[in-house]
């Protein structure tokens, strides 16, 4: 299973998904992060500068993973992922290392609330 978190640091989930700058991938088997790689996001768009084509680059740099656990993002983004088969766990939580930990353990909860603006 393939997760995917956006990151401005690399070790912290970033707050809000269109702040990123990477997507860091976890390969994860039988419960064990197995591989980690960082794919640099620096070529998207900003805001003002096509925004709203933010999902659709961004679903294709995701299209190959199984999870996206993220800290908020919009609800276009949302269904970009959802429509390339990829699930959405939104949460509070802000270490990388914590949240795999927890959706690995069955205990990390999904925050719908944290999906905002179309």
């Known amino acids: 299973m393939q997760l995917v978190f956006p990151s401005c640091d690399d070790v912290t989930i970033a707050e809000h998904f269109g702040a990123m700058n990477a997507l860091i991938m976890i390969d994860v088997k039988d419960g064990v992060e197995v ?6 996001m620096s070529e998207m768009p900003a805001c003002g500068e ?3 084509d933010k999902p659709v680059f961004v679903a294709e740099a995701i299209k190959d993973c199984d999870v996206l656990i993220a800290g908020g993002m919009g609800a276009p983004m949302v269904e970009r992922a959802g429509a390339v088969g990829v699930e959405v766990v939104l949460t509070e939580v802000r270490s990388i290392d914590e949240a795999l930990g ?13 999906a ?3």
């Open 35 to 40: 591989a980690r790689e960082r794919r640099d």
């Open 50 to 52: 096509g925004h709203h």
């Open 102 to 114: 927890m959706y690995v353990a069955g205990t990390l909860v999904h925050e719908a609330g944290r």
């Open 116 to 118: 905002h603006h179309n």
